[in-house]
């Protein structure tokens, strides 16, 4: 004999039990607490049928990480029943998604400006590294300075003369510049992330 298990805390449908014959009574079947006689329908995905008043009621059930579509934060959803407004269990598959009602749709523009600034700091990196190996020890190039120096188009050294060491790192922005400018120009996400910011620019 067959007997349907449920939860105490919310009814849900746990599984099949096989009923024990009572060793007092032959013939009598144990019925253990949270279960009934009664078989449950079929259900599909994300339904779970639920035992309420003596019988069962499929719900939906989605219970697991739902994002918001606003936000993109994940969050856990407890309960069964149906997704929250503002949410959905489909995981954006980037930070550049939006939701459009019914499905994620990548926002290239934004997921190519991102890339951009990422090209851009990794460019500003490696002309800051050739630039300290220019100057050695007399003065340690901070990314702020190269970044005034890219501005006004000037270099600088500690004690504020042309020091020969200049020539070298005006060749470094000089080659910095116009590679800033390429990068800037590329209209795909696959052009900036081909572009090798040791190689691609002509430094000196």
Do not use: C
Not at 83 to 91: K, M, R, S, V
Not at 94 to 117: N, P
Not at 162 to 174: E, Y
Request: glycine residues 6%; without cysteine; aromatic residues 10%.
């Amino acid at each position: 004999m067959n007997l349907y298990s449920y939860s105490k805390i919310n009814n849900e449908f746990l599984g099949v039990l096989q009923a024990r014959e009572d060793p007092k009574t032959p013939g009598r079947f144990l019925h253990p607490a949270n279960t009934t006689e009664v078989e449950p329908p079929g259900f599909g995905v994300n339904e779970i049928p639920v035992f309420v008043s003596g019988a069962w009621i499929v719900k939906p059930d989605y219970r697991g990480v739902i994002y918001n579509t606003t936000t993109l934060e994940p969050q856990a959803l407890e309960d069964i029943g149906e997704i929250p407004a503002g949410f959905t269990d489909i995981e954006p598959p980037s930070q550049f998604h939006t939701w459009d009602a019914t499905e994620w749709v990548l926002d290239l523009a934004a997921e190519l400006l991102s890339t951009k600034e990422s090209k851009l700091s990794e460019l500003k990196t490696e002309g800051l590294s050739r630039m300290n190996a220019v100057y050695s020890d007399d003065v340690f190039l901070t990314v702020g300075m190269v970044e005034i120096l890219i501005d006004i188009d000037a270099t600088y050294d500690k004690s504020g003369s042309v020091a020969p060491r200049l020539v070298s790192a005006n060749a470094v922005l000089t080659a910095f510049k116009p590679a800033r400018d390429a990068i800037n120009e590329l209209t795909t996400k696959a052009e900036v992330d081909a572009y090798d910011v040791v190689t691609d620019p002509v430094w000196p």
